[in-house]
Every structure is written in C-alpha cells, then in structure tokens.
C-alpha cells in the first residue's frame, strides 16, 4: 500500500473511530476509555459496568434508555420549565448537599462518604450531564424513582422533594454542580 493511501486510510478510520466514541457507541458496545479517543477520563459505559474506580454511571439505566422503552411514561417528555434563575440553582444547591451528596459527593463524582460501599457505586454526575443521557426527563425520572427496579440503592425522592424542588436539583447539575 503506498503512503498516500496508508494515510488517508488512517485518517479514515481515526475520523470513524472518533464519530463513533462521540456517539457512544464505543461505550454501548464496551469498549473505549472515558469520554471518547483521548479524553483518559477512565472507563466508558460498558467497561467495569459501574463499579469500581473510574465507575461512569448506571449501564443498566443507560441501556434501558437506549435500547428499551426509554424513560417510562409518567416523565417521558417532561422538561424543566423552572426559570435558569440564582434562586433556583442556589436552592438545588442546598438540596443536594442535604439529599445527594452523601453518596454522589460534592463535586457529583459518585464518592461521597455514604457512597463509598455501595455496588454499584453512585453515578458520577460530574461526567454525565454533558452527555445524550443527562434529559430533562431521564434526570426527573432517576431522581423521582430512584435505583430499586434497577438493583441499586438510589432512594426515591419522589415522596421527598417536591417537583419543584427536584427540578431546582437539576438546574443545579446543570450549573456545573
């Protein structure tokens, strides 16, 4: 094969390699590291399966949104219709730190002090809200049901915060916990 034709098959399959680890599928199919080619953020969706260090998240939940039903029926669709305001990032702020970092941590990495026994390990939120997953919905979703249909020991907020106050929650993972 000449050098030319090396190259741009090179380049080809870098081009494709890269399409696919931004897409997820890397990650789907297990394979890949972190975030796509050369992130180094550790292991992708379907390495490790949520456990351990490097952990990203639930495959089980990702999976079920992927490939199954998606979010179930009472959240499908639901966006947050709260205003991005001060207020209601500084109060998701506070909900969290009484609700959630106990196991997600305090920068939403999935370490917190609670967290650190469990199997699987708390999703890390940090990494996942700037990913396809992190909807409106999906989030409303796992932060109403918590883990139980999933095997995990997320408890469900649905009883504890009110909608409102799970939506001010999300603006506040938006914000960049």
């Known amino acids: 094969m000449s050098s030319s034709k090396f190259l741009g098959f090179t380049a080809l399959t870098l081009a494709l390699l890269t399409a696919a680890g931004t897409a997820g599928l890397v990650h789907a199919q297990g394979g890949g590291q972190g975030m796509g080619m050369g992130h180094g953020r ?25 490939h199954g039903d998606g979010v179930p029926a009472p959240y499908r669709g639901k966006s947050n219709t709260l205003p991005d305001s001060a207020a209601n990032i500084s109060a998701g702020s506070k909900l969290y730190a ?9 920068s939403g990495e999935g370490d917190g002090e609670a967290g650190k026994n469990l199997d699987p390990k708390p999703a890390n939120l940090a990494f996942i ?24 020991d997320m408890p469900a907020f649905k009883d504890t915060l009110t909608e409102k106050q799970r939506w001010q929650v999300i603006h506040y993972l938006r914000s960049g916990l």
Not at 43 to 60: I, L
Not at 129 to 146: P, Q, R, V, Y
């Open 129 to 152: 809200m700037d990913k396809w997953i992190a909807t409106d919905d999906f989030l409303m979703w796992s932060i109403a049901e918590g883990g139980k249909k999933l095997k995990t």
């Open 98 to 106: 009484d609700n959630c970092a106990t196991c997600h941590g305090k």
């Open 42 to 66: 550790g292991q992708g969706y379907g390495m490790g399966h949520g456990h351990g260090p490097g952990h990203k998240g639930n495959p089980v939940r990702h999976r079920i949104v992927r």
